[in-house]
């Protein structure tokens, strides 16, 4: 009898786990010993922060990052493939979303292995959510290029996508990037374009602002360093 | 000084709101009395689920759904005008995501009304992480068309798109029409092409399978008359 794989979201920001961390994922992580994560510090910290293991010495904590190959899946999956229970974390928010978390989702379906995703934080989702901007219709990208031109070829391409569907852009960066991003997103798109910037989310410094490029471009950007997810809408 | 629109996830499934509603949504539901919500009934029942008022009879339960006009939105939001905090709660699950919520949060920004986002479920979301498919890069498509014809159209060409693109594609339909578009799916998209199949999700019932076209085939469908996900990845 295989263990079942739990999908266990964590916060976004320091010190909100007992805001935004259901009552579910308390009672299951009390009956995890051992955890597939993308970052093993924060994974540690995180779990220690629930207070529900005696000690954390005895919990094992392996890694699986954007790195890892897929021949490491039988080695991390060894205890479930046992039959004990395992959990799956992200650095930061819901795993297999934005992270490479689904390499893992994807071996226990390939290996039936039952897979229980809990309720949790994602930037990606109170972003959307937050925005005002259409969320019948959405896509997310990832980043985009880091090259320039590129990058503005691609803001472009997305307006366009945007008018035809209707459909809300939703994309992040590299914290030290958002600056050089906005001036891209401010030159590029159209003046009627709803663009939202939505930083530090669940934090005490939360800041979403969601307006058209015209009413962005009478304000300093200031998006330095902090944590930021980008939606934008064209007018169709 | 203006209130503030907190937006407040509701549970998928029956009985579920002490599994999967974090603190901070009980805590913030505690300081409301004016809510917006997609349908009252539902709204009046989570939020004496949550037993924080004394009596709900004191609360005001306004609808915003499909039909609502923005003519209606100065309306509904007098209170916060007024400057008390006000609550946007959708008929299950986030409130701007695949439902009509996204026009009050755009009415807030357009009158600087501080929108505040909190942490729940979401089904989309779920069957993204659940599902092992790409979660780095995704998009959510609402409804496909009910015309048979449309509808296969639809799949081929969001399944060509899924393959130019590394995007998984995600969409709903009304639980009695499940079982035609599974027909659908399975005769429309190619064998090795990822199907993922995701109902009743975070209740007793839960069922999530995730594989290739082909496999599918092998098996008897019945997802009749409940709540599913369906997203799938071209093989590249």
Redesign the interface.
């Known amino acids: 009898m295989k263990g079942q794989l739990f999908?266990i979201p964590t916060p976004l920001a320091e010190e909100t786990h007992?805001?935004?961390?259901?009552?579910?994922v308390i009672?299951t992580v009390r009956n995890i010993r051992h955890f597939i994560c993308e970052n093993s510090r924060t994974a540690r910290r995180f779990v220690s922060s629930l207070k529900v293991h005696p000690s954390i010495e005895v919990l094992t904590f392996d890694v699986l990052n954007k790195d890892s190959k897929p021949e490491s899946l039988p080695f991390l999956f060894a205890p479930i493939l046992q039959g004990e229970d395992m959990a799956l974390m992200s650095d930061a928010g819901?795993?297999?979303?934005?992270?490479p978390?689904?390499l893992a989702?994807?071996?226990?379906?390939e290996n039936n292995i039952k897979?229980?995703?809990l309720?949790?934080?994602?930037s990606l989702?109170?972003?959307?959510?937050?925005?005002?901007?259409?969320?019948?219709?959405?896509?997310?990208?990832?980043y985009l290029p880091i090259d320039t031109q590129q990058a503005i070829a691609s803001i472009k391409r997305l307006e366009h996508e945007s008018r035809e569907k209707n459909?809300t852009q939703i994309f992040i960066e590299t914290p030290y990037r958002n600056n050089a991003l906005m001036t891209h997103l401010l030159r590029s798109l159209r003046g009627d374009t709803r663009l939202c910037v939505a930083v530090n989310?669940?934090s005490q410094e939360?800041r979403?602002?969601?307006?058209d490029i015209s009413q962005w471009n009478k304000q300093a950007i200031q998006f330095d360093k902090v944590p930021a997810v980008f939606l934008f809408l064209a007018n169709s």
Chains 1, 2 share one sequence.
Not at 18 to 24: E, L, N, T
Not at 94 to 99: E, L, T, Y
Not at 119 to 122: A, R
């Open positions: 999908l007992q805001k935004v961390i259901a009552p579910s009672d819901c795993p297999g979303v934005a992270d978390g689904a989702v994807a071996f226990a379906h897979v229980v995703p309720v949790g934080p994602s989702l109170l972003a959307l959510m937050a925005s005002g901007l259409n969320g019948q219709q959405f896509a997310f990208h990832g459909q989310l669940t939360e979403i602002e969601s307006k």
